[in-house]
């Protein structure tokens, strides 16, 4: 018996003719406990379950004859929504992290029944727009589990400014005067890791320099072209 958000029964008896019947009694246990028993005046009743448990209906009917019969069936009800936690709660990202950032990293997603939902694309709506913007986003979540429980969370990302790499420049000081050529050393640093490091001498050819890691550094070569 597959679980479902809410189920309304129609309980009906009878009896074999010439027999007859004017009542029959309910009792109804939810999760192995009885939480209620009735003696109903008639023919019909009706009930409707919509909170999370598994209920049996035990129906016993007697006819004017005392013939007895007992009837029960099982029915399973998950009313409750899924559970989605995030970690961390609160997510910085600096603005050129934001395009390769997965929205799924530190979701966790539990159901009382399901149990653990995978936070991917599949099976996690998202609504929201992670901008590469400094200042606040937010993303909503939204989750359903097989019975067609909804469950939806906020989550807040803060995207700040990247810091820019810092360059040096070293050389060896002619003390402001003339010099036919020298060599200059530049360096690149960063609190991450450097993607390129390029450079160009006046109108000539751009040289991309080797990276590694946070720093990469070059002797760049200067020489008079003119009195």
Do not use: C
């Amino acid at each position: 018996i597959n679980y479902v958000k809410n189920q309304e029964i129609l309980i009906s008896v009878s009896a074999m003719k010439p027999n007859t019947v004017t009542g029959f009694t309910v009792e109804i246990k939810k999760d192995g406990t009885s939480e209620s028993k009735e003696t109903v005046t008639g023919l019909t009743k009706t009930l409707t379950f919509n909170t999370t448990g598994v209920y049996e209906v035990i129906v016993t009917v007697i006819d004017n004859n005392n013939h007895k019969n007992t009837v029960s069936k099982t029915y399973k009800i998950d009313a409750t929504g899924p559970t989605i936690t995030f970690e961390p709660e609160i997510v910085t990202l600096k603005v050129n992290e934001v395009a390769n950032y997965n929205l799924y990293t530190g979701v966790t997603i539990h159901d009382n029944v399901d149990g653990e939902i995978i936070a991917n694309q599949e099976n996690v709506k998202t609504t929201g727009e992670l901008k590469a913007e400094v200042g606040e986003h937010q993303i909503i979540y939204e989750v359903e589990d097989k019975a067609g429980n909804v469950a939806t969370k906020v989550r807040t990302f803060k995207v700040v400014k990247a810091e820019e790499p810092i360059l040096n420049f070293s050389s060896m000081s002619s003390d402001g005067k003339w010099i036919g050529s020298t060599t200059i050393t530049a360096t690149a640093n960063d609190v991450d890791d450097l993607t390129s490091f390029s450079y160009k001498v006046n109108d000539g050819q751009e040289v991309n320099v080797p990276v590694n890691g946070k720093s990469a550094s070059v002797e760049i070569p200067l020489k008079a072209t003119g009195t």
